[in-house]
Each structure stands twice: as structure tokens, then as C-alpha cells.
């Protein structure tokens, strides 16, 4: 894992609750050892959070350009990635394979990398997260499709 040729590092906003902190923990390590620059939001404690709180505040890290991508992660990574596209401009996945990981880069222009820390294993999340990272948007008719997800104000 490294940062694309830019530069200075890229900025990688991080956030997950309660269920999320160890794979959280995990993920957030390798960034900072690949040279990424990590805005941590938290939680850092085992104690019962909600998840929305994180999604909001990595999403709008994303969103103001504080952040080049964002990586959240909760139990299964839904609700999380459910509370992050809430906010307009992001495009939050949940992982579970670095060919998903590709795929949402290259055709969806995903800014918001989501996780489950009870549903996928840390070599797996450290993969996807990999490709996430490394994978260019592709955009020609991707951008076009694109276009009409995103709905006028």
C-alpha cells in the first residue's frame, strides 16, 4: 500500500464505532506505515458508540477536500456506508474483495471506502483497501453513468 504519485502524502480520513475499532486499528496502522497522512476521527475506546456520528464526520472531511478518500468501519459496514452517502458527493462501498475494490474505484468513482470488522478479515480489508487506493477512476462512460446517479439539487 502506497501513495499515489502526488505531491506530499495523501490525506486518508479514518473513522468506525465500537465494533469497528480493532479492523479500524488494524487499517489505520498500515496507512500511516505506507506514508499516508491519517485524519483519525475516532472512536479509539470499546465503549458502545453510533456509527452515524464517524460516517458524518469522515464524509465531510471528504466532502471539504480534507481528505483525498475516507475508510469507515462498523460491524458489517452497512450502516455505515448507509449514514456516509447521505452526504452529497460521496460515494461510500462496503468492501469484501480487492476485485470490489477495483470495480467501485475504476467504475464508480468511490471516494469512501466501508468495511465490516464482523464480516471481513484483516488481510482481506488490508487488500481491498490496497486496491482501492492504487485504482484510478476510469471515467468515459463511467463518468456519463455517474452523472445520473448524481440528482439535482
Known sequence: MSPTSSPGPLTIAIGGD????PLKTILQE???AAGY???DFGTNSNDSVDYPDFAHQVSAAVEQGR???????CGTGIGIQIAANRHP???AAVLHSATEARLTRA?????IACFGARTT???????ALKAFLATEFEGGRHARRLAKINLPA
Open 89 to 91: 458527493g460521496i460515494r
Open 30 to 32: 498500515a496507512l500511516a
Open 18 to 21: 465500537h465494533a469497528g475499532l
Open 107 to 111: 467504475h464508480n468513482d468511490a471516494n
Open 121 to 127: 478479515g484483516p488481510e482481506v480489508a488490508l487488500d
Open 67 to 73: 481528505a483525498a478518500f475516507g475508510v469507515l468501519v
Open 37 to 39: 497522512t491519517v485524519c
